[in-house]
């Protein structure tokens, strides 16, 4: 049986045990603000792991963007990250795999870090193969812009205000110094 039909019929078979249950685990945090000890931030850019299925079409299970995250642009992937290894080496700490499926898939609350080391990383330009790329069963990340900009980037609006008062203030006494 190949990876991806065998993710299809495992999806499946869990919303039915999930629906006869009456509770899914996956939608706990469904559209809720990801743990922020579960973002990584690489080239300037917040990342999640979403979860172990391709972000869109028929996969097992859909990635719900919230949050201000999307899918990544291939210059995205190219400045944050340099390798799969390096991947897998951002979203793994103490062991631990850094996995926010919860927050943003519809079926499945975990990641599958073994499919993510061998190549299965949905959109990427880091996957070896066109295959691995758009697989159905892919695991799928997603970025955001930073949301803070860093100390002194970008003015406050009152030292706008302070520097603008100043100005008007040299213009006055310019204009009282040439009469």
């Not at 291939?74 to 850094?98: D, V």
Request: proline letters at 6%.
């Amino acid at each position: 049986m190949n990876k991806t039909l065998f993710k299809l019929l495992g999806a499946s078979l869990f919303a039915v045990a999930t629906t006869m249950a009456g509770t899914a685990s996956a939608k706990t945090m469904l559209g809720q603000a990801p743990d922020p000890s579960l973002i990584v931030k690489a080239g300037g850019f917040e990342w999640v792991y979403a979860g172990p299925c391709a972000g869109t079409g028929n996969t097992c299970g859909a990635v719900v963007l919230h949050h201000d995250f999307a899918f990544a642009s291939e210059e995205q992937w190219n400045a944050s990250f340099t390798s799969l290894e390096a991947l897998r080496t951002a979203f793994t700490s103490n062991g631990q795999t850094l996995c926010a499926s919860t927050y943003f898939n519809t079926v499945y609350d975990h990641c599958d870090l073994g499919d993510m080391t061998a190549g299965y990383v949905w959109h990427s330009p880091l996957a070896p193969s066109e295959s691995h790329r758009n697989d159905a069963a892919s695991e799928t990340f997603l970025v955001r812009v930073t949301q803070t900009p860093p100390p002194g980037d970008v003015p406050e609006p009152a030292s706008l205000a302070l520097l603008g008062l100043g100005m008007a203030g040299i213009a006055a006494a310019r204009r009282k110094q040439s009469r």
